[in-house]
């Protein structure tokens, strides 16, 4: 009886060990999850530099500049904001972009992929000037890639 009494009590005790462990490692979990690409690129500030350095070199290119070629200052600065604000909600940053989705925006201009390959030279540029890690530059590399098929209308 005293015998039986023991082994509730012990495994009593391992149930409430065990409980307790797995309530400590999902907290960790919950705590600590891998920061956002937006973090690890260095947040708001880091991107808008990006940007900024990528659309200078692709405004001044010789076959891709013709997008930009005769457009007002600020035409140009509220472009750039909106795909600040996209880059930043698509990595995982605290803004909400209101500008509108890739296929609707880039319609028409007949991007072909000659200047799609234009555009990853350039930004590859950017981010090596940068020093990005090869992780990050993976990562940005394949974001902008899975928006080429909204972009690029011919090849
Ligand atoms: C060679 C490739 C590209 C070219 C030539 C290009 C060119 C342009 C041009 C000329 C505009 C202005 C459109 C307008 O005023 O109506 C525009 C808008 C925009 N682009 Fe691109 N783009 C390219 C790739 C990309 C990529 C890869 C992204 C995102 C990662 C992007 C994001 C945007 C955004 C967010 C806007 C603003 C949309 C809006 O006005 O609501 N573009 N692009």
């Avoid at 750039?80 to 940053?93: A, C, H, N, P, R």
């Avoid at 200047?115 to 940005?140: G, H, M, R, Y």
Wanted: charged residues 30%; glycine residues 6%; proline residues 2%.
């Amino acid at each position: 009886m005293n015998l039986n009494i023991r082994k509730i009590a012990i495994i009593g005790l391992l149930q409430v060990m065990i409980t307790f462990l797995s309530a400590c490692s999902f907290a960790e979990t919950k705590t600590s999850p891998e920061a956002s690409l937006y973090q690890r690129l260095g947040g708001f500030d880091a991107i808008s530099a990006v940007v900024d350095d990528v659309v200078v070199q692709i405004a001044s290119d010789e076959k891709l500049g013709r997008f930009w070629a005769h457009r007002g200052k600020d035409g140009i600065v509220r472009e750039k904001q909106l795909i600040v604000d996209f880059i930043v909600e698509k990595s995982g940053g605290p803004l909400y972009y209101t500008g509108r989705e890739m296929k609707i925006s880039h319609e028409g201009m007949r991007i072909d992929n000659e200047d799609w390959n234009i555009l990853i030279k350039a930004l590859k540029n950017t981010l090596k000037k940068f020093n990005v890690p090869a992780k990050e530059t993976q990562q940005v590399l394949e974001f902008f890639d899975s928006t080429k098929k909204d972009i690029v209308e011919k090849s």
